[in-house]
């Protein structure tokens, strides 16, 4: 079974960057897909970004694209999701979520394909 532990979060002005971090327990952390969701206050949960078992792939969302970028370390057991030029509109609750695969190169954009989640780090994006 893998645990998750997401940290990184915080205030940060606009224009400004973080750098979040999911540590992961357990072996079986390279099986696993990886994703990044976030919710935000009075909104439902969505999909940020994903990377594959492998690495080899990565897909993000249109709102994140060019200014997020999700990697990985499985030596290291730790999935990152570096976050450039924030906006407000980024301020939410990320989370760090692991989906079982056996492909090593497909990528799921869906909360219901991730069976393991973190509790979640906050980011706040002031203006």
């Known amino acids: 079974q893998v645990q998750l532990v997401e940290s990184g979060g915080g205030l940060v002005q606009a224009g400004g960057s973080l750098r979040l971090s999911c540590a992961s327990s357990?072996?079986?952390?390279?099986?696993?897909?990886m994703g990044w969701f976030r919710q935000a206050p009075g909104k439902e949960r969505e999909f940020a970004a994903a990377?594959?078992?492998?690495?080899?792939?990565?897909y993000y969302t249109d709102s994140v694209k060019g200014r997020f970028t999700i990697s990985r370390d499985n030596a290291k057991n730790t999935v990152y999701l570096q976050m450039n030029s924030l906006k407000p509109e980024d301020t939410a609750v990320y989370y760090c979520?692991?989906?079982?695969?056996?492909?090593?190169?497909?990528?799921?954009?869906?909360?219901?394909?991730?069976?393991?989640w973190g509790q979640g780090t906050q980011v706040t994006v002031s203006s």
């Open positions: 979520a692991a989906a079982g695969d056996t492909f090593g190169y497909r990528v799921y954009t869906h909360s219901n394909q991730y069976d393991t």
């Open positions: 357990g072996r079986t952390f390279s099986s696993n897909a």
């Open positions: 990377i594959s078992r492998s690495g080899i792939s990565t």
